[in-house]
């Protein structure tokens, strides 16, 4: 009677089937930057808590001014400046974080159709612009807001300073070009993936690196 062949497996062969799945996840995954990474978190954290917050009153003040206008017929006189302050606030800061994520609008469609090294230099250019422009948005606004706490004008209804108003595009401006500096910094060192922002690779799903 013939004795029954069952297949045997290889272990050599099982170990270089495991070795090459490790590598190749390994290959996919994006190049760690542990200082760079943690300082950015925190500056994402500060971000999340300042837009929060920013939409948060934001929100309080609106329903505010609805109850007190059509229930007691009287509004708050300064609500439109500290409206005016928080809009403005969660909307500069917003871009640092959309820059981060690789929200702001960009050719991805190009990206995607150029080859990789293309698509790599193109990102060098714009991430260079970006810094640029960016740069020199914080640089004069902080100039414009400085001659605007020299002149002495106020808010009426809230008698501070309207240079209050400039904070939030300085800060949000340097902070967005700070976000640019460090995906241009990203796509230098990681030579196998091209990175829309400081935390996203072009391709990725919406989530967080870290």
């Not at 029954?4 to 996840?25: L, R």
């Not at 060098?124 to 606004?141: H, L, P, S």
Request: glycine fraction near 6%; include cysteine; aromatic fraction near 14%.
């Amino acid at each position: 009677m013939a004795e029954d062949k069952f297949p045997t497996s290889n272990p050599e062969q099982e170990t270089v089937d495991i070795a090459t799945e490790i590598i190749a996840q390994k290959l996919d995954e994006p190049m760690r930057f542990p200082k760079l990474d943690r300082l950015n978190m925190i500056l994402r954290r500060f971000e999340q808590f300042i837009m929060l917050t920013g939409i948060a009153i934001m929100a309080l003040l609106l329903m505010s001014q609805a109850v007190t206008r059509y229930g007691f017929n009287f509004s708050f006189h300064w609500s439109e400046e500290v409206g005016t302050f928080f809009v403005i606030l969660t909307g500069y800061i917003g871009a640092s974080y959309a820059a981060r994520q690789g929200k702001h609008i960009r050719m991805n469609i190009l990206s995607e159709k150029l080859k990789f090294k293309s698509a790599k230099m193109l990102t060098f250019c714009t991430d260079v612009v970006a810094i640029i422009g960016f740069g020199m948005i914080a640089v004069y606004t902080a100039i414009y807001g400085y001659d605007v706490f020299e002149s002495g004008r106020m808010w009426q209804s809230l008698a501070v300073g309207k240079w209050l108003l400039w904070v939030p595009v300085v800060v949000g401006m340097a902070a967005t070009c700070v976000q640019y500096m460090i995906t241009f910094y990203k796509n230098v060192r990681d030579k196998d993936h091209l990175w829309t922002g400081s935390e996203r690779r072009l391709g990725d799903p919406s989530r967080l690196l870290y």
